[in-house]
T-cell receptor, first 114, second 110 residues
């Protein structure tokens, strides 16, 4: 089954404790993105990647890092989480094979930073 | 800076009625997407609109794009309860930089 997976699905942590949220896709997509969703703000793109070793900042990259060492994986790293990073995070992947770049989203990771 | 607005932000409508959700954006873009999100769930792609005048239909939903007006509409025909969800539009700024609207929360009442 074609899918985007994220782990963990739920995470409660404390300020300053480094964490990584993993994202993996099995569709051989070139493009991957991370978003955060906050009430009333829609989704905001954190980082995106256009291929292995190619990443770029989205609209809210501060406090986050990413890497793309393999095509299928795109982990999101919070080196020193703060309470304002409490949010719902989505990973997405897409391809230009049919020219639409249609995104497929993972199930989401709800992060709480205390 | 690309801004994407949606209106209304909240919509309560009766079953059987028609309504339109509007999405407008501030700078030129050649791709516009509509998504649906059910409470507690992820996003599901509904429509991809790639050119001026594009119209796509699926069931009771129809989306259109006017790139000159920087406006997309999502029209709901004869609403049913199953359409209750939050609907987002998203526009591509450059590369793979997607900018989403704030969402329209739709409630269809019996």
């Amino acid at each position: 089954e074609a899918q985007v997976t994220q782990n963990p699905r739920y995470l409660i942590t404390v300020t300053g404790k480094k964490l990584t949220v993993t994202c993996s896709q099995n569709m051989n997509h070139e493009y991957m993105s991370w978003y955060r969703q906050d009430p009333g703000l829609g989704l905001r793109q954190i980082y995106y990647s256009m291929n292995v070793e190619v990443t770029d900042k989205g609209d809210v990259p501060e406090g986050y890092k990413v890497s793309r060492k393999e095509k299928r994986n795109f982990p999101l790293i919070l080196e020193s989480p703060s309470p304002n990073q409490t949010s719902l995070y989505f990973c997405a992947s897409s391809s230009d094979r049919v020219g639409t770049y249609e995104q497929y989203f993972g199930p989401g990771t709800r992060l709480t930073v205390t | 800076e690309l801004k994407v607005e949606q209106n209304p932000l909240f919509l309560s409508m009766q079953e059987g009625k028609n309504y339109t959700i509007y999405c407008n954006y501030s700078t030129t873009s050649d791709r516009l997407y509509w998504y649906r999100q059910d409470p507690g769930k992820s996003l599901e792609s509904l429509f991809v609109l790639l050119s001026n005048g594009a119209v796509k239909q699926e069931g009771r939903l129809m989306a259109s794009l006017d790139t000159k007006a920087r406006l997309s509409t999502l029209h709901i025909t004869a609403a049913v309860h199953d359409l209750s969800a939050t609907y987002f539009c998203a526009v591509v700024n450059y590369g793979q930089n997607f900018v989403f609207g704030p969402g329209t929360r739709l409630s269809v009442l019996p």
